[in-house]
């Protein structure tokens, strides 16, 4: 997902395409703390990062909920 709820501002937050390691790793602890949320199922979440998918939203492992999954899938399929 690239964007969750901020719990702290009430509002959407978009994660940025472009961002130095060390903004990552504040984002990275920011979630750690429970600023975000799904905001589709309202579950906690954390933020990862990879060379190929870049920086995400992630719910915890297997937690997954069916409404983000399909909303990956469509943004996957637009950015191709």
């Known amino acids: ?3 969750a709820w901020h719990n ?3 509002k959407l937050y978009a994660i940025p395409y472009k961002l130095s390691a060390a903004e990552i790793e504040n ?3 920011v979630a750690r ?3 975000f949320s ?3 199922c309202k579950a906690a979440i954390y ?3 990879g060379e190929i998918n870049g920086t995400y939203f992630a719910h915890q492992h297997g937690e997954g909920c069916e409404p983000s999954k399909v909303g990956t899938v469509a ?3 637009y950015e191709k």
């Open 8 to 10: 702290n501002e009430e």
């Open 27 to 29: 984002l990275k602890e």
């Open 38 to 40: 799904c905001s589709y």
């Open 33 to 35: 703390k429970g600023t």
């Open 47 to 49: 933020i990862r990062h």
């Open 75 to 77: 943004y996957k399929r």
């Open 1 to 3: 997902m690239r964007d």
